[in-house]
């Protein structure tokens, strides 16, 4: 059963930075992928970011330019760099990790991005 756990969030001023992580452990089977997702209170949870086992990295429109996702070849420890944090930022951060034939979430990180 693999376990998945986020970690850094916090409150950052607009413009800041913040650097999320997403642990893995006790997969099974290889991680395809490592998806970066986001839900704000009364929203509903969108993509922000996925990186592949072969280190591709795709991004929504909203974060384009702004956050990285970068991990090793494993996908255990996946990182989200946040730059220029938005108000609209403000979110739960969660990593989903892609298997074949199934996905597992973590828990969730709160971003608070004040003006």
């Known amino acids: 059963q693999v376990q998945l756990v986020e970690s850094g969030g916090g409150l950052v001023q607009a413009g800041g930075s913040l650097r999320l992580s997403c642990v893995a452990s006790?997969?099974?089977?290889?991680?395809?992928?490592m998806g970066w997702y986001r839900q704000a209170p009364g929203k509903q949870r969108e993509w922000v970011a996925t990186?592949?086992?072969?280190?591709?990295?795709i991004y929504a429109d909203s974060v384009k330019g702004r956050f990285t996702v970068s991990g090793g070849d494993a996908l255990n420890t996946v990182y989200l760099q946040m730059n220029s944090l938005k108000v609209e930022d403000t979110a739960v951060y969660y990593c989903?990790?892609?298997?074949?034939?199934?996905?597992?979430w973590g828990q969730g990180t709160q971003v608070t991005v004040s003006s």
């Open positions: 989903n990790a892609q298997f074949i034939a199934r996905n597992s």
């Open positions: 006790g997969s099974r089977f290889p991680i395809n992928a």
């Open positions: 990186i592949t086992r072969g280190g591709s990295t």
